[in-house]
C-alpha cells in the first residue's frame, strides 16, 4: 500500500487544526469555498486552505 494522503480537507479537520468548534469549522469553510469561487459539489484542498488562512501546508499537513 502507498504513502498517499488525502487531498481535501473537511470541517472536521478544520477543528482539528484550529481547535474551534465544529459551528465556527463550518463556516470558515464556507468562506474558503466562495473566496475560491467553488460550487457545492467541489472539494476544499489543503492548499487552497493553507493560502486562505496562513497556515503553512506542512504545519497542516501533521494534523491529517
Known sequence: MSNLKRLCI??????RITGRSERYSR?????I??????????VVT???FSEYTG?????????I
Do not use: A, T, W
Open 46 to 48: 489543503f492548499k487552497e
Open 10 to 15: 473537511y470541517p472536521k479537520d478544520i477543528m
Open 55 to 63: 497556515i503553512e501546508e506542512d504545519i497542516v499537513n501533521q494534523y
Open 27 to 31: 463556516l470558515l469553510f464556507k468562506k
Open 33 to 42: 469555498k466562495d473566496h475560491f469561487g467553488k460550487e457545492k459539489h467541489q
